[in-house]
């Protein structure tokens, strides 16, 4: 290696330090590499990081090159149940979970407000009927699991076990929208 050329590299070793974006706070705890859980890295404001342990930040997906449109789920969520030989109630929350992989095994936070379009279907069972309706919910961005409503299964039974007076459940589905993929 030529003198000269060592020269100018560790010349401008200080300018590609300086030159380092400063972190986003979700990147790093203030208190890391600290055993004693004491502060050792602070932002140029004097302020500390805030750890994110939940999902990658969008920093972090540019630099995995999985930035773009997030992936989305629909869970249902079983909330209560009350069974009696002549009557059954199921309450179910539905939660949207946004990853940033096709497989969704990378849970990422929404970088930006979208609209959630799903639809909500009644069936009757009792008399063979069902009703749908398209909704909508704007999500705010800053974290990967949102939710978005409620669901029931009810149901009364006669003697021999037909359903008497209702018998009905309500459900989500996602639909399609932007900013968003709800395909496999």
Not at 5 to 19: D, G, K, M, Y
Not at 40 to 65: M, Q
Not at 100 to 108: E, G, H, K, W, Y
Request: glycine share 8%.
């Amino acid at each position: 290696m030529k003198p000269t050329f060592l020269a100018a590299s560790l010349a401008l070793l200080p300018l590609t330090f300086a030159c380092q974006p400063e972190l986003e706070e979700t990147e790093v705890p203030s208190t890391a590499q600290s055993p004693d859980e004491t502060s050792t890295l602070e932002k140029k404001s004097g302020s500390p990081f805030d750890a994110n342990r939940n999902a990658l930040s969008s920093g972090d997906l540019s630099v995995i090159g999985l930035a773009g449109v997030p992936f989305v789920t629909l869970e249902a969520v079983e909330t209560s149940r009350s069974e009696s030989p002549w009557y059954v109630y199921v309450a179910t929350d539905y939660y949207v979970t946004f990853w940033a992989d096709r497989a969704r095994t990378s849970p990422v936070n929404l970088g930006a407000a979208i609209q959630l379009n799903y639809v909500s279907t009644y069936s009757d069972y009792k008399y063979n009927t069902s009703m749908r309706s398209n909704l909508s919910i704007n999500l705010q961005p800053g974290s990967h699991s949102y939710y978005i409503g409620s669901g029931a299964y009810e149901c009364d039974y006669d003697a021999n076990g037909n359903p008497d007076h209702r018998c009905g459940e309500t459900w989500f589905a996602l639909r399609n929208g932007v900013g968003y993929d709800g395909s496999w």
